[in-house]
C-alpha cells in the first residue's frame, strides 16, 4: 500500500479544539483515502477528553483508582476531596462531600452522551471526575482509551466522504448521499469530485479536510439522481458494509436483468422453431 505522509502540530494559537492534539495524516491514493493518526504521546486523550467528559466514565474512573463509593446521608458519597473547594468531608455530619447520584447515558455516536452527576455538597458545584487523572502520564493516558477502562468510551475512527463542488469549499458526510443531501438544488453535476478522509467525528473530519486538502487525492465519480455512486467501489478501497450492500443489490438487478433477456431470447428462438414445425 502506498502512502503519503503529512503532519501539521496545531498549537494554542491554531483552529483545533483538541487542546494541541497533532494534526498528522496519512495519504493512501489507491483507496483515496486520507488516514488521521496521533503521531504523539497524549493527542489520543487530548482529543478523546471534551466527549468523555460528556459520557458516564465516572465508575470506570473510580474502578481505575480503586476508590471505593460508600452509601452515606441517602446516596452514594465518594472519598475525595473536592477539585473546587477542597472539602473533603461535611462538617455537620462527618459524611464525604462528594455526591454521586448516577445516571448518566453513554451514545457512541456522542451527541446524547451525559455524563453522571457527580457534585460536591459543599460548594454546590459539579465535579467532572477526568481531572482525577490529570496526573498520570501522557503515554498512560492513551492506553487507558486503547485498552483500559475507558476505551469503551473513546472515539472511533470513521471515515468519511467528501465532496469539493468548488475549489476551497466541501461537503463532508458519512455517505456520498448524506454529504449532498439538503446541499444540492434540483439541478446538479453527476459527476461529483470526491475523496475519503479517516477522522473521529465530522468536525475532525472538517478541519483535517481543511488543512491537508491539497495531498488528498480526488476523483470524478458519476452519480445518480439519487444522489448514489454509480459504482459504490469508485474509491478503490475495502467497501463499508452499505457498500457491499449496494454493490450486491447491483449485482443482483444485473442477474435479473440477464436471465430477462435469456428468457426472451429463449422464447424467441422457440416461437421459431415452434412455426418452423407448424406447431
Not at 85 to 98: E, M, R, V, W
Not at 114 to 138: F, H, I, M, N, Y
Not at 195 to 212: G, W, Y
Request: aromatic share 8%; proline share 6%.
Amino acid at each position: 500500500m502506498n502512502r503519503k505522509r503529512g503532519a501539521w502540530n496545531v498549537g494554542q494559537n491554531g483552529s483545533s479544539g483538541n487542546a494541541g492534539a497533532s494534526m498528522a495524516v496519512d495519504h493512501y491514493p489507491e483507496q483515496t483515502l486520507s488516514r488521521h493518526r496521533f503521531s504523539r504521546a497524549g493527542d489520543r486523550w487530548k482529543h478523546a477528553l471534551p466527549r468523555l467528559r460528556k459520557t458516564p466514565s465516572a465508575a470506570a474512573i473510580f474502578g481505575l483508582l480503586n476508590i471505593k463509593t460508600t452509601w452515606q446521608g441517602e446516596s452514594w458519597r465518594v472519598p475525595i476531596a473536592c477539585p473546587h473547594c477542597g472539602a473533603f468531608k461535611l462538617s455537620d455530619d462527618d459524611t464525604y462531600a462528594i455526591e454521586w447520584r448516577g445516571g448518566g447515558v453513554h451514545d457512541p455516536f456522542g451527541p446524547n452522551s451525559r455524563p453522571q452527576q457527580v457534585g460536591c455538597l459543599a460548594c454546590g458545584r459539579s465535579v467532572d471526575v477526568t481531572v482525577l487523572l490529570e496526573v498520570w502520564s501522557a503515554k498512560d493516558l492513551d492506553q487507558l482509551l486503547m485498552k483500559g477502562p475507558l476505551a469503551e468510551f473513546a472515539p472511533r475512527h470513521q471515515t468519511f466522504i467528501v465532496d469539493q463542488p468548488e475549489p476551497g469549499k466541501f461537503w463532508i458526510g458519512r455517505t456520498v448521499r448524506d454529504a449532498l443531501n439538503g446541499r444540492v438544488g434540483r439541478v446538479f453535476p453527476l459527476t461529483r469530485r470526491l475523496s475519503r478522509i479517516e477522522a473521529m467525528d465530522e468536525d475532525h473530519a472538517r478541519e483535517l479536510v481543511a488543512r491537508h486538502h491539497a495531498s488528498m487525492t480526488w476523483r470524478d465519480v458519476a452519480i445518480t439522481g439519487e444522489l448514489e455512486p454509480e459504482d459504490p467501489a469508485w474509491h478503490g478501497g475495502p467497501l463499508a458494509p452499505w457498500e457491499r450492500n449496494k454493490l450486491s443489490r447491483l449485482q443482483q438487478a444485473e442477474r435479473r436483468q440477464k436471465r430477462a433477456a435469456l428468457d426472451a431470447e429463449l422464447d424467441a428462438v422457440r416461437r421459431q422453431r415452434e412455426a418452423e414445425l407448424g406447431l
